[in-house]
């Protein structure tokens, strides 16, 4: 049987600082634990715009289809600002969501018990959270017809179009509740039915699903007041299921429970391959970070964390997940820290690659 194949787009910025120690922790499940990747790598974002005057090659968009999972660092920075739209860095991630057809991004806010007086929050609020946030990722107003800016009369107009079939609902809803499956089987779907039709047929097609999965709790929630909810008692919730909009809104509240961006990961999953994997694009969700790219101060763990999501999502290897999972929490427990995730009172200052140092000693302290 051949290996399972990895497409590796560092990209921008600070993403090929992180995506070399995630290929170092790669290597390492290859040597110890007998799981071998075929690995390439390719261009992305305004690196390939540099060498290609495109932000995503043909041939590279090709080979994304054709793997098993894509793995990416991140794209833009201020030497592309003045670029046309359609060739801006982020143009080349927006094609790899649409192509692929990626319609279930993946958000998780876990924080980390080392960290958890980074909240702005009270401790006590947010230490052990571990939230799922699943987003549909490839309709809503984002992408609905008509948009753009009109002259009406005397002024201009703005207008967005927030339109929802019902199998996009539907196939991101069985997304959500296949993982509240294999998490705490609770479910909670985020929209705005009291003002909005599209919210209407959301709920009722979420709740026409749920029929499908009777172990998982479902329950319903304006989206207003999920934001609100997530700031007043965030463990309440498991997994949350809601729409484009809402999900980009409600994710990026969700992310500074934990206190750091630097340590979230995000998986973007769509319709299963014929080997059964889905197409999957795994990604930190912070950006190219061009102030400190180069320096070796960035943190590494939210990209490793992201080829966790790989581990568990894209080739069946939970447990190899919770290894890796394990080991950043470890590092974290000892007090090792890079620039981002120091504090006043004190921890190790480590660089990227010190860090990557640190996480491959846990790796092999977990043998």
Known sequence: MSNPSLLILAGDGIGPEVMSQ??????????????????????????AYDKHGVPLHDDTMAKAQEVDAV??????????DDLDFSVKPERGLLRLRKEMDLFANLRPAQCFDALSDFSSL????????????????????????????????NERVGINTQRYTE???????????????????RLCSMEKAN?????????????????????VELSHMYADNGAMQLVRAPKQFDVIY???????????????????????????????????RPKALYEPVHGSAPDIAGQGKANPCACVLSFAMALRYSFGEGGEADRLEAAV???????????????????????????????????????
């Open 22 to 47: 995630v290929q170092r922790v790669i290597g390492w499940f290859g040597d110890n634990r007998g799981l071998n990747f075929d690995v390439s790598e390719d261009l992305v974002g305004g690196a």
């Open 122 to 153: 009270k401790t006590e609020l947010v230490a052990g959270l571990d939230i799922m946030i699943v987003r549909e990722l490839t309709s809503g107003v984002y992408f609905g017809e008509p948009r753009g800016i009109f002259e009406e009369g």
């Open 242 to 276: 809601t729409d484009n909009l809402f999900g980009d809104i409600l994710s990026d509240c969700a992310a500074m429970l934990t206190g750091s961006l630097g340590m979230l990961p995000s998986a973007s999953l769509g319709a299963p391959m014929d080997n059964g």
């Open 195 to 215: 003002v909005m039709e599209s919210g209407i047929l959301w709920r009722q097609v979420v709740t026409e699903v749920s029929k499908d999965y009777p172990e």
């Open 71 to 80: 793995l990416l660092g991140a794209v833009g920075g201020p030497k592309y």
């Open 329 to 367: 929490e470890k590092v974290l427990a000892d007090g090792v820290r890079t620039g981002d995730l120091m504090q006043a009172d004190g921890g190790t200052p480590v660089s990227t690659t010190e860090m990557g140092d640190a996480l491959l000693a846990a790796l092999d302290a977990s043998l």
């Open 167 to 185: 199998s996009e609902i539907e196939r991101g809803a069985r997304a959500a509740f296949d993982l509240a499956m294999k998490r705490d089987k």
